[in-house]
């Protein structure tokens, strides 16, 4: 019997060049084949590329020795596609997977589900290899690697769908009916075409079912609209069967990131520049309350989270969200989620047990936060926020705007219905867009501006931009001015000279965080933290010599 840790995936290629079937059996590559040179070494085989004209771009592992992404570019259909490549199984071992599956739905209790993932796979191994000794079954090491893998995947990952939720560079998980290819948005190659398709009606219902059972949800005929998050942080949004949506069942996943978006993360993308990011974590120091506005996927959330590594840590946070989407390291942090309820809704409009962003805000106003941190705004509760923000707490939301106007327009207007004078309460706006450049698409901060004050004869809000992107050159260009930096210099009694060398410091603690590639949210906000209690040891670190790293 081979060991195990032999096991690894060989790429084959034909003789012109490109990928190559490892087998021409139909059900999947056979131990011994000729086009193996090690056979019984094998877990899983690179297919051949789907369509004619097509070319790899590139190949990654997301559960190696078990499941890959291979992304290829199409020269006569000019679109790309995402394959997610798994072990490929001959004809008897997808009937026996399938016999296995049907007795371990009977055999499994519930005490399964109070275990970890990782538990919960190593007695999945062990039920498949006691159940295949009982029946007198011989199977090599490859064959039982292929039916754990499925097993494992069916019963405890997301089934057909596994490998792109394991993915990281994918963002969303978009399905539009049966029979219609599933597409992604890919961090790299934006919306993409893939290979997997739910071609029966009832199978794809089947896994809209299973995806509200993980979001501790149902969804059904007479309640066919699902909305929820997973126990891994996933968004889902999804449609049953063909109620409400004419090609069948549906659904959208928002991958949650466990490695948030960081400031030198927006550095790296080109989202915004060394000095915006130190104008950021000023900001966040001095307690300057911000709204970032921009369309869908701009980008809002990530842009939040990264402004909100530099809150101090010694400040207690409060953030509430539709669904979690926030991840921060400090420890005074209490994450707010809301929840729906059960059954009709009553004359507030709200169900039984349903907990909306209302009465999370006006929750979170009574622990006594110095940060609230508000998902998206879009109802009655901003106009808590905006009375919680008059009366000295510092606030962070997003809300879809693609200026201050439409910002201003969309909160002073139903359903939200905030008085424009209460607006001055806010300092800073952030206008992010996605944009498509020489470059593709990217996203951008437009503009950063400050909230200066009202202007009550013909009430309007006085802004002023400090930031402003400027396409031609995709560079940012500093305006002249901030406010800010007046308000700190009279606050700790600065002169122009001294507000200017604070700034710089900070510019190049984020230019060597930037250097290092320190993008771990920890590692970085550990570097936040050092300044904020000992600065000029932090400042030998970045420019031991008296020269930036």
Same mark, same amino acid.
């Given at each position: 019997?081979?060991?195990?840790?032999?096991?690894?995936?060989?790429?084959?290629?034909?003789?012109?060049?490109?990928?190559?079937?490892?087998?021409?059996?139909?059900?999947?590559?056979?131990?011994?084949?000729?086009?193996?040179?090690?056979?019984?070494?094998?877990?899983?085989?690179?297919?051949?590329?789907?369509?004619?004209?097509?070319?790899?771009?590139?190949?990654?592992?997301?559960?190696?020795?078990?499941?890959?992404?291979?992304?290829?570019?199409?020269?006569?259909?000019?679109?790309?596609?995402?394959?997610?490549?798994?072990?490929?199984?001959?004809?008897?071992?997808?009937?026996?997977?399938?016999?296995?599956?049907?007795?371990?739905?009977?055999?499994?209790?519930?005490?399964?589900?109070?275990?970890?993932?990782?538990?919960?796979?190593?007695?999945?191994?062990?039920?498949?290899?006691?159940?295949?000794?009982?029946?007198?079954?011989?199977?090599?090491?490859?064959?039982?690697?292929?039916?754990?893998?499925?097993?494992?995947?069916?019963?405890?990952?997301?089934?057909?769908?596994?490998?792109?939720?394991?993915?990281?560079?994918?963002?969303?998980?978009?399905?539009?009916?049966?029979?219609?290819?599933?597409?992604?948005?890919?961090?790299?190659?934006?919306?993409?075409?893939?290979?997997?398709?739910?071609?029966?009606?009832?199978?794809?219902?089947?896994?809209?079912?299973?995806?509200?059972?993980?979001?501790?949800?149902?969804?059904?005929?007479?309640?066919?609209?699902?909305?929820?998050?997973?126990?891994?942080?996933?968004?889902?949004?999804?449609?049953?069967?063909?109620?409400?949506?004419?090609?069948?069942?549906?659904?959208?996943?928002?991958?949650?990131?466990?490695?948030? !978006?960081?400031?030198?993360?927006?550095?790296?993308?080109?989202?915004?520049?060394?000095?915006?990011?130190?104008?950021?974590?000023?900001?966040?120091?001095?307690?300057?309350?911000?709204?970032?506005?921009?369309?869908?996927?701009?980008?809002?959330?990530?842009?939040?989270?990264?402004?909100?590594?530099?809150?101090?840590?010694?400040?207690?946070?409060?953030?509430?969200?539709?669904?979690?989407?926030?991840?921060?390291?400090?420890?005074? !942090?209490?994450?707010?989620?809301?929840?729906?309820?059960?059954?009709?809704?009553?004359?507030?409009?709200?169900?039984?047990?349903?907990?909306?962003?209302?009465?999370?805000?006006?929750?979170?106003?009574?622990?006594?936060?110095?940060?609230?941190?508000?998902?998206?705004?879009?109802?009655?509760?901003?106009?808590?926020?905006?009375?919680?923000?008059?009366?000295?707490?510092?606030?962070?939301?997003?809300?879809?705007?693609?200026?201050?106007?439409?910002?201003?327009?969309?909160?002073?207007?139903?359903?939200?219905?905030?008085?424009?004078?209460?607006?001055?309460?806010?300092?800073?706006?952030?206008?992010?867009?996605?944009?498509?450049?020489?470059?593709?698409?990217?996203?951008?901060?437009?503009?950063?501006?400050?909230?200066?004050?009202?202007?009550?004869?013909?009430?309007?809000?006085?802004?002023?931009?400090?930031?402003? !992107?400027?396409?031609?050159?995709?560079?940012?260009?500093?305006?002249?001015?901030?406010?800010?930096?007046?308000?700190?210099?009279?606050?700790?009694?600065?002169?122009?000279?001294?507000?200017?060398?604070?700034?710089?410091?900070?510019?190049?603690?984020?230019?060597?965080?930037?250097?290092?590639?320190?993008?771990?949210?920890?590692?970085?906000?550990?570097?936040?933290?050092?300044?904020?209690?000992?600065?000029?040891?932090?400042?030998?670190?970045?420019?031991?010599?008296?020269?930036?790293?």
């Amino acid at each position: 019997m081979a060991s195990i840790a032999s096991f690894r995936v060989k790429i084959p290629r034909s003789a012109s060049g490109g990928r190559a079937p490892a087998s021409t059996t139909p059900g999947g590559p056979d131990e011994g084949s000729p086009e193996m040179d090690l056979p019984g070494t094998f877990i899983t085989a690179m297919p051949a590329l789907p369509e004619e004209g097509a070319k790899v771009i590139e190949v990654r592992p997301v559960n190696p020795p078990y499941s890959y992404s291979r992304i290829s570019y199409n020269d006569r259909t000019k679109e790309y596609i995402f394959e997610a490549i798994e072990p490929q199984l001959s004809t008897h071992e997808r009937e026996l997977l399938a016999h296995l599956k049907d007795t371990l739905g009977k055999i499994i209790g519930a005490e399964v589900a109070k275990m970890t993932t990782g538990d919960k796979k190593t007695y999945l191994r062990g039920v498949v290899e006691e159940f295949l000794k009982t029946r007198g079954i011989q199977l090599s090491p490859l064959s039982m690697e292929r039916l754990v893998y499925y097993i494992q995947r069916d019963f405890v990952g997301y089934g057909p769908i596994d490998t792109l939720i394991l993915d990281p560079h994918i963002e969303d998980i978009s399905c539009d009916g049966v029979a219609v290819p599933l597409f992604v948005f890919h961090g790299q190659y934006e919306s993409v075409k893939t290979n997997i398709i739910f071609e029966e009606e009832d199978q794809l219902n089947s896994f809209i079912v299973q995806l509200g059972q993980r979001c501790a949800k149902s969804v059904s005929v007479s309640s066919p609209i699902l909305d929820g998050t997973t126990p891994e942080g996933h968004r889902v949004q999804a449609t049953y069967a063909r109620e409400v949506t004419t090609r069948g069942g549906s659904f959208t996943i928002r991958r949650f990131k466990e490695r948030p !978006w960081t400031p030198v993360d927006l550095v790296n993308a080109g989202s915004a520049n060394e000095e915006m990011v130190a104008y950021f974590w000023l900001a966040a120091e001095q307690g300057e309350s911000m709204m970032i506005c921009g369309g869908p996927a701009a980008g809002k959330t990530s842009t939040l989270n990264a402004i909100a590594l530099f809150i101090p840590p010694t400040a207690k946070i409060v953030s509430i969200e539709d669904t979690r989407e926030v991840n921060l390291p400090h420890e005074n !942090w209490i994450p707010g989620a809301t929840r729906s309820g059960t059954g009709d809704r009553g004359a507030d409009g709200k169900a039984a047990g349903e907990v909306d962003m209302f009465d999370l805000v006006r929750a979170a106003l009574r622990q006594r936060p110095n940060y609230i941190i508000v998902g998206e705004v879009r109802g009655k509760e901003t106009y808590t926020m905006f009375q919680a923000m008059a009366t000295g707490h510092t606030t962070y939301s997003t809300m879809h705007a693609d200026s201050v106007k439409s910002m201003v327009n969309r909160l002073e207007n139903p359903p939200i219905n905030t008085p424009r004078i209460l607006l001055s309460a806010l300092n800073n706006v952030v206008i992010q867009i996605q944009a498509r450049t020489e470059k593709g698409v990217v996203r951008r901060l437009k503009q950063v501006l400050e909230i200066v004050g009202f202007e009550p004869e013909t009430n309007e809000l006085i802004t002023n931009t400090v930031y402003e !992107w400027d396409p031609a050159t995709d560079k940012f260009v500093f305006k002249g001015h901030s406010f800010l930096f007046d308000k700190i210099m009279e606050l700790k009694n600065y002169t122009h000279e001294e507000m200017e060398a604070e700034f710089q410091r900070r510019v190049l603690v984020v230019r060597f965080l930037v250097h290092q590639k320190m993008d771990d949210y920890r590692a970085l906000w550990k570097m936040v933290t050092d300044y904020y209690k000992d600065p000029t040891s932090v400042m030998e670190r970045v420019q031991p010599s008296g020269e930036a790293t």
